[in-house]
């Protein structure tokens, strides 16, 4: 998948087929939809073209109000966004910067120097509660008008429900807030998963002997968080089971160097041999978030956080010897 800053790029294809959105999390809805995009893209020979925005526009609009608690919480990095949408078969990616200009810009505007000049759009998908220009004037209506008027295609896509629920990125939010994995799996589609390069921390892990895989984010406000059992990917030929933590660490002293930042630091049960002590640092790891053990908690000693971690470490076990018991029991059913 080609990736682009703006929509001024020279490869940028002519024509493309379009939905905009802002994909966190690319849950089953958003991949019903970039099916959806797909086809209708291969039948017209153009490439699928999606549009999401960074940051968040809910996330700038906070910013412009002085109110931090407006913003949303973030399902999925950029990174991963970007890695679910090319796992879903899109050509093209188009990030555009949300900021004042394009907040204030007209939805006339928007549709004629963003969709027909900026990109050659050909047909444009939305969602059924989709709007867009400033004051969020635009809707599928004024969108369908303007494509008859200047020759493109609009359709507009309703929800889509699993079991007589509707899939969204709220139902997500929600999932992870509660600590529902399982739930959360089932509106993604797959497990709830971080990924990001490994970088150097405090290192009081190591002291503790608790050795951690840390992963920073810039976005200060996780959907998530808490304790996890949890898989890693990266490091080994198989996944490597692990317990984190997703958060902001309230046992650390907040004037410490990652005080109050939010990071997932990762232990893993069985570290590989090949990797030696310093082995992760620089890789790109992906850490499955499969169960919640806890919320955080504050430790009023290192002693007492050195022990918490250890029992945490003994319930992941736990969970993993239950997982590999059940799947026990599903594949003899499925020998009888």
């Known amino acids: 998948m080609k990736i682009f800053r703006g929509y001024h790029h020279p490869q940028l294809a002519a024509h493309c087929a379009l939905t ?5 999390g690319v849950h089953r809805g958003h991949q019903a939809m970039l099916a959806l995009l797909k086809n209708e893209a291969q039948h017209r020979g153009v490439p699928s073209c999606v549009m999401s925005f960074e ?3 809910r996330d700038y609009f906070a910013g412009v109000a002085r109110k931090p608690e407006l913003a949303p919480a973030r399902i999925a990095t950029l990174r991963d966004k970007l890695t679910e949408l090319a796992r879903c078969g899109i050509d093209q990616c188009v990030v555009l910067p949300f900021n004042a200009a394009l907040a204030t810009q007209p939805a006339e505007d928007f549709i004629q120097n963003v969709l027909v000049q900026g990109l050659g759009v050909k047909y444009v998908l939305v969602g059924d509660d ?3 220009g400033a004051k969020r004037v635009g809707d599928y209506a004024m969108l369908d008008a303007a494509g008859e008027r200047l020759g493109f295609d609009v359709a507009r896509m309703n929800s889509y429900e699993v079991r ?9 939010r929600e999932a992870l807030a509660d600590g529902r994995m399982d739930r959360v799996a089932s509106l993604l589609g797959r497990p709830y998963s971080i990924s990001g390069h490994v970088v150097h921390g405090r290192k009081l892990g190591r002291d503790l002997g608790f050795r951690t895989l840390n992963l920073r984010f810039s976005h200060w406000k996780p959907a998530a968080g808490g304790i996890f059992a949890v898989q890693v990917h990266g490091l080994a030929g198989q996944p490597i089971p692990g317990v984190a933590n997703l958060g902001i660490r309230p046992s650390l002293d907040p004037a410490d160097v990652n005080g109050g930042r939010v990071l997932l630091e990762t232990h893993c049960l069985e570290w590989p041999a090949s990797l030696g002590p310093e082995g992760a640092y620089g890789k790109i790891i992906r850490v499955e978030l499969l169960h919640k053990l806890h919320d955080e908690l504050k430790y009023d000693s290192l002693d007492s956080l050195k022990t918490g971690i250890a029992k945490d470490c ?3 076990r736990a969970f993993f010897a239950s997982m590999h018991t059940e799947t026990s029991r599903q594949t003899t059913r499925d020998r009888i």
Do not use: K
């Open 20 to 24: 905009i959105g802002n994909f966190d």
């Open 55 to 57: 940051p968040h526009p």
């Open 130 to 132: 989709f709007r867009f």
């Open 164 to 172: 007589g629920l509707r899939v969204s990125s709220s139902a997500v």
């Open 314 to 316: 003994d319930e992941a």
